[in-house]
């Protein structure tokens, strides 16, 4: 059993839970972060900085979505949305530390996600994007990118949740990569060719070590 479904139920239970104090999200901006693990994982400074990212969540209340990807085994945390899931936070940072690699399965991811972001319900119910802005960081390494991942899910989640719907300049990427090489992209389409990136206000590809 996909270990989301917990997650997905917490997420669930806290729009309705009379003790959730949730900030006007129309100020605030959504973060959702990728993570793969491989032998290419930096996994002191990788922990190290999403656990700033977690703690930044509970003092700040900063709404973020922490997704590892492990095919059938993938492990959802938030924090900032009403509910802060230390236990699956924990259970991330536990395999990035004791695993040296995980299988991604790029079909399974976009269920995965989609799920995930109806779950949070980043639209409101006129399906307007109801947060000020959005950015999505992927921790990934090159064999992400030679696999064409670039295509098959970071586009791939574009296209399912119509990013094209967004108000303009809302949206930035940023994929930090890790590995020995330098990753490279046609700046007119950073993402493969079928998708229009113009709602993507911002790309970033930062080397991660």
């Not at 990728?34 to 700033?52: M, V, W």
């Not at 802005?133 to 991942?149: C, E, P, R």
């Not at 229009?196 to 911002?202: E, G, L, V």
Request: charged share 20%; net charge negative; hydrophobic share 40%.
């Amino acid at each position: 059993m996909v270990k989301r479904i917990l997650a997905l139920f917490v997420l669930a239970f806290l729009f309705w839970h009379p003790c959730s104090a949730i900030v006007d999200p129309a100020s605030q901006e959504l973060r959702f972060i990728y993570i793969t693990n491989t032998i290419d994982t930096p996994t002191a400074s990788l922990t190290k900085h999403l656990k700033q990212v977690y703690k930044d969540g509970i003092n700040y209340g900063y709404p973020t979505i922490f997704y590892l990807s492990n095919m059938n085994n993938s492990v959802v945390a938030t924090v900032g949305l009403g509910h802060d899931d230390s236990k699956a936070f924990g259970e991330i940072i536990n395999i990035l530390q004791t695993s040296t690699y995980n299988n991604i399965d790029a079909y399974q991811d976009l269920e995965n996600i989609k799920e995930i972001f109806d779950a949070v319900d980043f639209l409101n119910e006129d399906g307007k994007f109801q947060y000020q802005s959005m950015v999505w960081d992927f921790f990934i390494n090159q064999s992400f990118w030679d696999l064409h991942y670039n295509d098959k899910i970071i586009a791939g989640i574009c296209y399912v949740l119509d990013i094209d719907s967004l108000p303009d300049g809302c949206f930035r990427i940023r994929v930090q990569y890790s590995g020995m090489g330098d990753l490279t992209y046609d700046i007119r389409n950073p993402l493969g060719t079928r998708l229009d990136c113009s709602k993507i206000a911002n790309f970033d590809l930062i080397k991660f070590e």
